[in-house]
């Protein structure tokens, strides 16, 4: 059985509380034994979510947005090369089962859109919500989530919800 792939996007540049919630929310995905993927690079979201996965023995994919491994997490246990720039943003949500949406920027909310458009579910977490998002949730197709656990417990009601339909 393939296990799940959760995805967990966010900043590059991120405080110190949006870190912390990244690497606890990266230990309990990989305490889970589910694959955390992300964005590869060895800075915010992406490094400490690769950290806490690491830290407890997780499986981290990266997929980088550069022509070589040079700016990757020490953190990835495989990692995808590209080229593609934020053009990478496709395959990392179209590679998870669930998103995780933490604070970021431009690239983040893309890749907020793009799980939307996809049909992904999708988590935000530490996140206000835009107002155009409004109607994914009343579908339920996205939720809020407060903290790292919450989010955990919202995958794996979308994964649950996944494998019933």
């Not at 992406?46 to 407890?56: I, T």
């Not at 499986?59 to 020490?74: E, F, N, R, W, Y």
């Not at 919202?154 to 919800?161: E, G, N, R, V």
């Amino acid at each position: 059985m393939r296990k799940p792939v959760i995805g967990v996007m966010g900043g590059a540049s991120v405080t110190d509380e949006v870190f912390a919630m990244a690497v606890e929310l990266g230990r309990l995905i990989a305490e889970r034994g589910w694959v955390l993927l992300n964005g590869g690079r060895n800075c915010g979201v992406m490094a400490a979510s690769a950290a806490g996965a690491g830290e407890a023995s997780g499986t981290v994919i990266g997929v980088l947005p550069d022509g070589d491994d040079h700016a990757a997490s020490p953190h990835l246990d495989i990692a995808i090369v590209t080229g593609m720039g934020d053009a990478r943003n496709v395959i990392n949500v179209l590679s998870s089962d669930v998103v995780i949406a933490l604070p970021g920027g431009l690239g983040t909310f893309s890749e907020v859109v793009l799980a939307l458009k996809n049909d992904r579910p999708l988590i935000l977490l530490g996140r206000t919500l835009e107002p155009q998002l409004k109607p994914h949730i009343e579908s339920g197709r996205l939720r809020l989530a407060a903290s790292p656990a919450e989010a955990i417990a919202l995958a794996a009601d979308f994964l649950t919800l996944g494998k019933q339909g």
